[in-house]
Structures are given as structure tokens and as C-alpha cells.
């Protein structure tokens, strides 16, 4: 299964021969039930924000209004892409402190971290963000 020995809940969903029906009820079913921690840490990312090319201002207002969305959808794990600043005018990126910043400031977030490389890596962040299914 992928070289996973233990495969997540969702992908073996996924992976399994039900109907689209009565993987729609264990889904529901499933929603309703706690995570852990690391169970989150461990879901795929369920959305994403790409920052790359705006400015400073513009990146703000959309780092608060994803975030906001992202918590009032029900989301638990999603990854804010702000880039390195290899083609910044500079070469330095401008965009790292300003997703910090916004996400020092939050109180929606659990916690966050760098991603894999295939997610990001240092040019992302992967956050949780705080949901009273996570025990």
C-alpha cells in the first residue's frame, strides 16, 4: 500500500471497493469521531494557498481570509506556500515574514511546520488549525 504499512483511514477509504454511497457514510461517520494529534499531522493536506508573485499587502489580506475560510470550512490541515525568493529582485524572500507574522498572530492555529519537500518544503508551511476534533 504505497510502502505505508499502516495506511491512513482516508486512504484506505479511498483505496477501498465500496460504493461512492457508503464511502460518503463512513466519511460522515468518521468526521463525527475524535483525532489525535499525530492523526492530523498525518492526514493529507486538504487545501492549499500559493503566495508566489504577490506583494506584501496582497498576501496578508489573503493569508487572513484563507485562513478564515479554511477554519469556518472545517478544514484541519492546510499549506500556506509563500516560495524562497530565488526570483525576487533581491533574491531574498519577502513573503516568509509576512506569513509568520500572520500566523504568530492567529488564534485559529494549533500549530505549524515545515512541510516535505513534495509539499513545499522550506518554501511552505503546513498548519494545523485548532479543531474540537482533535484530542
Same mark, same amino acid.
Given at each position: ?17 465500496? @460504493? ?15 483525532? @489525535? ?21 496582497? %498576501? ?12 469556518? %470550512? ?39 511546520? @515545515?512541510?516535505? %519537500? ?5 518554501? %511552505?508551511? @503546513? ?9
Amino acid at each position: 500500500m504505497n510502502g505505508k504499512e499502516n495506511p491512513s483511514w482516508y486512504e484506505w477509504v479511498e483505496k477501498s471497493p465500496l @460504493t461512492k454511497e457508503e464511502k460518503l457514510r463512513l466519511s460522515e461517520k468518521e468526521t463525527k469521531e475524535y483525532l @489525535t494529534i499525530n492523526q492530523a499531522r498525518s492526514m493529507k493536506i486538504q487545501d492549499e494557498l500559493d503566495l508566489h508573485g504577490l506583494t506584501k499587502e496582497t %498576501a496578508k489580506k489573503r493569508i487572513i481570509n484563507f485562513l478564515k475560510a479554511s477554519k469556518k %470550512a472545517g478544514l484541519i490541515k492546510i499549506n500556506i506556500i509563500f516560495g524562497k525568493g530565488i526570483h525576487s529582485l533581491n533574491g531574498n524572500g519577502i513573503l516568509e515574514e509576512v506569513v509568520m507574522q500572520e500566523i504568530h498572530n492567529s488564534s485559529i492555529i494549533r500549530e505549524f511546520y @515545515t512541510p516535505k %519537500a513534495k509539499d513545499g518544503g522550506s518554501g %511552505a508551511l @503546513t498548519v494545523i488549525l485548532k479543531n474540537s476534533k482533535i484530542h
